[in-house]
């Protein structure tokens, strides 16, 4: 090849955050010392959702699955001793990005930072949050209000911020074909222009200021060859889009600038070893092509389906991306797939697809009615339904998991203890404690702030009004206003919103025909009833704490429906008071919990300590999620009365395990349904 000057890697991030604002930033700096080249903060659910950490849904949920930042304090010392003018940081926030990006502003200004020089990216994409993560807070009304504000005081005040990344990432976690995930991607970011625009925010001229800096984040799977295309899809709708409906003439704003986290949803419990390779495989699919390369690359670690990674776990992620990126050749030539038939097909066939997709959502007025009305929910409950069958069934395999299952014993985790890293429970009490300090000595020296009630009187005056609300949140953060306190404010103002779950609405997704799985389930179901003398198996699926991911759940809750029982499941975000109450107001025959945040190990005991309490000790409680084995004992040594993890994908047969524990609760005899 004629020599030509090697391309610049892409941003090497690790998603990172636990426990306190200090364990983090000493984090931080280690993993920059490693090479790192951007930040990605993990933020915990109580801040993601807006709750202060002694709030009573935030029990159990502090510091788990990211940093608590509760007030200026915490975003001080999770940002200590690194110059945020040098920094780019990835903020994985969204109801209260806006919140998160007032506090980083302020302390970058206490640094003396030229806040117009702040380089990075808050997530800050809502329509993914109702339909797969679930942090969503306020409606989608007034959520689009927030980020419109945001895109327009960061694009004229902070110009190399990227306001917002649409994401794709969580609508393939959720079951989303590359079609739906293209089309429910571009779908929000129309939605979010076309909000921008009509705001009267941004003149004419500056159009294209705006466009430049919508960025996404997309996720990639296995299956790297039609991910690969997939990318290539996105890039040339983003230019038809752009170009066409927006009249952005400059190419360089039309670019389609992305960020990845390679697919999570296909990592597994069994043999986790294997996760390293299709961790390397995905990773290819976003750098393989020059012309659709990732500009930030972020990989999970082996062990996430088992847990917490370590810091070894996270550098090991790191490692991976370095030796792509500095041994081999790589980044020494132009796009290898330009001109391959093969290739163009398929993305000419992801692009007629999606765009097909994207009108139907545009007849149904965008991208938010197409959430209000459920339709999009449900699309993606179906197509993860039909995956799971297809995993069931041994149609799609899945290494170690359906095929190849014998194994050698994993010297990785033959220890899981050290497997992988757990929050200490005290630290929730701890990080407790610093805030009620913070809120006692906040208009003390050193700090003298003024009193915050002045500045959320102005934010809900602001909420109430049409103004960007950017300034009177940078007032709060200046003021020591708390996360809750912020959020609280704006629920008063904006309410609170339930996001449709889509389990009524989705298709069957599994056959019942005799002699098939479901239909000797659907006989211990119907027999069980009958001998109870019940009309219907009801079953209650509850999601406690502040876990929004509902994949699990829902997938569960419509396979029970379809094995014939009255399935009772509210969505998410509820408090085991609140589980509990429906559970006896339903008179339901089990319960069964999900959690993947960590949280199982307070919320689950509770559940079963408040059933005791009110005398329903016949109602077996189940209990689902990422649940670490020595927690797993834990828990069925406190009454619960089954554990399942990752690792046990037939969901008929855990159906079918519910029913033999209803009727062991109630005292039946074990039922053999003939095959």
Known sequence: M??????RPWLMRTYAGHSTAEASNELYRRNLAKGQTGLSVAFDLPTQTGYDPDHVL??????????PVAHLGDMRRLFQDIPLEQMNTSMTINATAMWLL???????????????????????????????RGTHVFPPGPSLRLTTDMICYTVNNIPK???INICSYHLQEAGATPVQEIAYAMSTAIAVLDAVFASGQIPEERKGDVVARISFFVNAGVRFIEEMCKMRAFGRIWDKITRERYGIENPKHRRFRYGVQVNSLGLTEAQPENNVQRIVLEMLAVTLSKDARARAVQLPAWNEALGLPRPWDQQWSLRIQQVLAYESDLLEYDDIFEGSKVIEAKVEQLVADSLAEMQRIEEMGGAMAAVESGYLKSQLVASHAERRARIESGEEKIVGVNIFEATEP?????????????????????VIESLQKWRDTRYQPPFNHPRPCKALERLKEAARGTENLMEATLECARAGVTTGEWAGALREVFGEYRAPTGVSSAPVAVTAEEGTALARVRRKVELTARELGVGKLRFLVGKPGLDGHSNGAEQIAVRARDAGFEVVYQGIR??????????????????????????HAQLVPDVLQRLHVAGATDIPVIAGGI???????????????????PKDFDITGIIGRIVDEIRKANKLDPLEVPA
């Open 58 to 67: 935030a029990r159990g949920e502090v510091g788990r699955v990211g940093v």
């Open 2 to 7: 004629t020599e030509r000057q090697k391309d």
């Open 410 to 430: 994993n010297p990785l985790t033959a220890d899981l203890d050290t497997a992988i890293q757990t929050v200490d429970p005290a630290v929730e009490a701890r």
């Open 574 to 599: 509820l408090t085991p008071e609140q589980i509990v109450d429906a559970a006896l107001a339903e008179d339901v025959h089990a319960v069964g919990l999900s959690i993947l945040s960590g949280s």
């Open 161 to 163: 911020w990227n306001p």
């Open 102 to 132: 007032a506090l980083y502003q302020v302390v970058a200004e206490e640094q003396g930072a030229d806040i117009t020089k702040l380089q990075g990216t808050t997530q800050n994409d809502i329509v993914k949050e109702y339909l797969s």
């Open 627 to 645: 649940i670490p084995s020595g927690d797993a004992e834990q828990l069925r040594a406190a009454g619960v009365a089954a554990v399942f993890t």
